[in-house]
C-alpha cells in the first residue's frame, strides 16, 4: 500500500515562510514526477509546483519567485519552502506522485492535504 502523508501546513503571517513536506511510504519502486496542487476555499484546485525524478522544476506564474520545489529520493520526500506568502496562497495544499510501486501498476497517488493559512 503505498501513502502520501503532508506535513509543515499552519497558519503564518503575510510575508512569513513554511515548508512543506511530502513523504511516500509502501514498497516503492520508483517515484517519477511529484508535485504539489492547493484549492482554495470555493475554487477549483491547481497546480503550484512540479518536480520531474531529473530534477527538473515547473512553478505556476503566481508563485514563482517565491516557492522551491525539491525532494530527496533517497528518503522518498518531496518539499515546498513557501516564502513572502500572501493572503491568497490560503488553501489546502495537497502532494501528488506518479509512483510505480512493488506488484502494482504505475499511477497517481495523492496525499490527504494540509491547511496552509496566511493571515494576520
Known amino acids: 500500500q503505498v501513502q502520501l502523508v503532508e506535513s509543515g501546513g499552519g497558519l503564518v503571517q503575510p510575508g512569513g515562510s513554511l515548508r512543506l513536506s511530502c513523504a511516500a511510504s509502501?514498497?516503492?519502486?520508483?517515484?517519477?514526477?511529484m508535485g504539489w496542487y492547493r484549492q482554495a476555499q470555493g475554487k477549483e484546485r491547481e497546480l503550484v509546483a512540479t518536480?520531474?525524478?531529473?530534477?527538473?522544476?515547473n512553478y505556476a506564474d503566481s508563485v514563482k519567485g517565491r516557492f522551491t520545489i525539491s525532494r530527496d529520493s533517497a528518503k522518498n520526500t518531496m518539499y515546498l519552502q513557501m516564502n513572502s506568502l500572501k493572503p491568497e496562497d490560503t488553501a489546502v495544499y495537497s502532494c501528488?506522485?506518479?509512483?510505480?510501486?512493488?506488484?502494482?501498476?504505475?499511477?497517481?497517488?495523492w496525499g490527504q492535504g494540509t491547511q496552509v493559512t496566511v493571515s494576520s
Open positions: 501528488n506522485a506518479d509512483i510505480r510501486a512493488v506488484g502494482r501498476d504505475r499511477g497517481a497517488y
Open positions: 509502501g514498497i516503492i519502486f520508483y517515484i517519477y514526477t
Open positions: 518536480i520531474t525524478s531529473g530534477g527538473s522544476t
